[in-house]
């Protein structure tokens, strides 16, 4: 039978101190923080600046290769790193006009402008504005080209396309231009296109296929 004392006081503690203020536990907290995960590691950018300062003290005078042999390394550095940003922008660039804006007005090769129309009509039918829009503005550039207005340029956007036919249409220069992005804003930004829109689009195809173009404009065209 146990006396009166506490059971507790009777059992011994083997694990580490738990006074952050001794001696051991200092060390240890020590030895913790000096490990690699605790200190941040130099970028790419950084490593490289280190590398290219010193390479730029050893030209300076210090020991190492010689001197112009040096100077050559770092002229190429130099050029390659201007090279790799004008390629990095020129993709950002293209990046950026690729989201807000045109690609090839056509995805199929060999349609009619009567098949556009058809395909457009149908859609207005079907409550489908966006796809009746995109389908009226290739209407209106196939209809150009099967009319030796436009000549047959695989890839050619929509904006110029409005850019070409509107000497040819210049009552209608502006309309195309309107058109254009409306084609690009559904197509190619992913909006989407009212039934009204819808309509106008199929009224300039209707417009255009009427009106006589301008032939000293054409004359420019094929030229």
């Given at each position: 039978?146990?006396g009166?004392?506490?059971?507790?006081?009777?059992?011994?503690?083997?694990?580490a101190?738990?006074?952050?203020?001794?001696?051991?536990?200092?060390?240890?907290?020590?030895?913790?923080?000096?490990?690699?995960?605790?200190?941040?590691?130099?970028s790419?950018?950084?490593?490289?600046?280190?590398?290219?300062?010193?390479?730029?003290?050893?030209?300076?005078?210090?020991?190492?290769?010689?001197?112009?042999?040096?100077?050559v390394?770092?002229?190429a550095?130099?050029?390659?790193?201007?090279?790799?940003?004008?390629?990095?922008?020129?993709?950002?660039?293209?990046?950026?006009?690729?989201?807000?804006?045109s690609?090839?007005?056509?995805?199929?090769?060999?349609?009619s402008?009567?098949?556009?129309?058809?395909?457009?009509?149908?859609?207005?039918?079907?409550?489908?504005?966006?796809?009746?829009?995109?389908?009226?503005?290739?209407?209106v550039?196939?209809?150009?080209?099967?009319?030796?207005?436009?000549?047959?340029?695989?890839?050619?956007?929509?904006?110029?396309?409005?850019?070409?036919?509107?000497?040819?249409?210049?009552?209608?220069a502006?309309?195309l231009?309107?058109?254009?992005?409306?084609?690009d804003?559904?197509?190619?930004?992913?909006?989407?296109?009212?039934?009204?829109?819808?309509?106008?689009?199929?009224?300039?195809?209707?417009?255009?296929?009427?009106q006589?173009?301008v032939?000293?404009?054409l004359?420019?065209?094929?030229?």
């Amino acid at each position: 039978m146990l006396g009166d004392e506490p059971v507790l006081r009777t059992l011994p503690w083997d694990g580490a101190p738990l006074d952050p203020t001794s001696p051991q536990a200092q060390e240890w907290l020590a030895q913790e923080l000096a490990k690699s995960k605790y200190h941040a590691q130099p970028s790419l950018i950084e490593r490289f600046l280190a590398w290219l300062m010193d390479l730029l003290g050893q030209v300076g005078g210090g020991p190492g290769l010689p001197r112009w042999v040096l100077l050559v390394v770092l002229l190429a550095v130099l050029a390659l790193v201007v090279l790799v940003a004008r390629v990095i922008m020129r993709r950002d660039r293209g990046g950026r006009s690729g989201r807000s804006g045109s690609g090839a007005t056509f995805d199929e090769v060999g349609v009619s402008a009567e098949e556009y129309r058809r395909r457009a009509a149908a859609a207005l039918a079907r409550g489908e504005a966006s796809v009746a829009l995109v389908e009226a503005y290739r209407a209106v550039v196939a209809g150009a080209v099967e009319r030796v207005i436009l000549d047959d340029a695989p890839g050619r956007t929509a904006r110029e396309a409005a850019a070409e036919l509107g000497p040819a249409f210049p009552e209608q220069a502006r309309a195309l231009v309107d058109a254009a992005a409306a084609f690009d804003a559904v197509r190619y930004g992913h909006g989407r296109a009212s039934l009204d829109a819808a309509h106008q689009m199929l009224a300039l195809d209707t417009t255009l296929t009427r009106q006589r173009p301008v032939t000293a404009a054409l004359a420019g065209i094929s030229g």
